[in-house]
Nanobody, 122 residues
């Protein structure tokens, strides 16, 4: 079992930055692929960024060059640095974890956080 707790969401103006954090507990953090998903009102949940156990990355095309995912295995934490935020980045952001990379990047991770709201004002 893995417990995930997100923090760092909030209200920011377009062009601004936010950093989301996700603290994990309950299992061996380094053995999990980690990721961030988001869901905007009326839209499906989508993968934003993921990082594998070995440090491989995957980003949604819409955030490439603006968002950076990273992990600190010593702190059991994964981060999402979001720069040059746009109105369309407004969504609830969810942290996710799964032992398998394929499960992580195909919207089927085993573990989810409760979500944190990111609102970008235009």
């Amino acid at each position: 079992q893995v417990q995930l707790v997100e923090s760092g969401g909030g209200l920011v103006q377009a062009g601004g930055s936010l950093r989301l954090s996700c603290a994990a507990s309950g299992s061996i953090f380094s053995s999990y692929a980690m990721g961030w998903y988001r869901q905007a009102p009326g839209k499906q949940r989508e993968l934003v960024a993921a990082i594998s156990r070995g440090g491989a990355f995957k980003y949604a095309d819409s955030v490439k060059g603006r968002f950076t995912i990273s992990r600190d295995n010593a702190k059991n934490t994964v981060y999402l640095q979001m720069n040059s935020l746009k109105f369309e980045d407004t969504a609830v952001y969810y942290c996710a974890a799964d032992p398998e990379w394929y499960q992580m990047i195909t919207s089927h991770p085993d573990y989810w956080g409760q979500g944190t709201q990111v609102t970008v004002s235009s």
